[in-house]
């Protein structure tokens, strides 16, 4: 109940955030997005890798599409005395998926990814809150509201088993399609034109 009602107020905050005449720039999804972002940072045979799992529904005056994007990148790692500093950048283009592939709740409680052997789940974690991005140009939209909330992790991404840790990353996202998910370490920029980038920084004490 409590979850519902802080919806329920976001949802208000959001339709007064900006005038009514605000317009969105063009992009495939002018209307409603919803989308889940997953990383992970994992240490295999000495090297540092991070696996991206993201997925997305976007329904407008045009139609729906689905599109989801799975990736592993081998990371940069330097050493001092006290720290290894891991430097992460990992990306793509989302591809169009089945449908029934992502489920989401409408209320972000909770996401999932069935797709190609692929199988991430989300589980939303403390409180939404509104992600305003009010002239983000280079990001493909103008004067668009999310309403976001933390999540843990868990699934299985190109053959790896992956479980929540304090490396990972997960975000619920219900809004625009271009947005930044921003972590501790880093972030994760979904673009309109169905590119996503996250750049991470990890520092692990020795």
């Known amino acids: 109940m409590r979850r519902l009602l802080t919806m329920v107020l ?15 720039a063009p ?5 409603l997005y919803r989308s889940a972002d997953a990383s992970w940072l994992v240490k295999e045979k ?4 991070m696996y991206l799992a993201v997925a997305g529904h976007g329904t407008s005056a045009e139609g729906s599409q689905t599109r989801a994007l799975v ?18 950048s990992i990306g793509g283009r989302m591809k169009k998926i089945a449908a029934e592939r992502f489920e989401f709740d409408p209320l972000l409680g909770s996401a999932r990814l ?3 052997g692929n199988r991430v789940d989300w589980v939303g974690a403390g409180e939404p809150f509104p992600g305003v991005y009010p002239d983000a140009g280079q990001y493909g939209v103008f004067g668009w509201v999310d309403v976001m909330r ?8 190109l053959g790896e088993h992956l479980k929540n840790n304090r490396d990972a990353f997960g975000m619920l996202d219900e809004g625009g399609i271009a947005y ?4 501790p370490n880093g972030e994760i920029r ?5 590119r996503v980038r996250a750049e991470m920084e990890f520092r692990i004490p020795k």
Do not use: E, N, Q
């Open 46 to 49: 000495g090297d540092y890798y």
């Open 180 to 183: 930044v998910a921003t972590s």
């Open 190 to 194: 979904h673009y309109a034109d169905g």
């Open 10 to 24: 976001l949802g208000v905050m959001l339709v007064g955030a900006f005038p009514s005449g605000a317009v969105s």
């Open 150 to 157: 933390m999540a843990k992790i868990s699934g299985t991404v």
């Open 114 to 116: 069935r797709w190609k």
């Open 27 to 31: 992009f495939a999804y002018a209307g």
């Open 71 to 88: 990736a592993r990148a081998k990371c940069l790692s330097l050493s001092d005395k006290h720290f290894t500093i891991i430097a992460c």
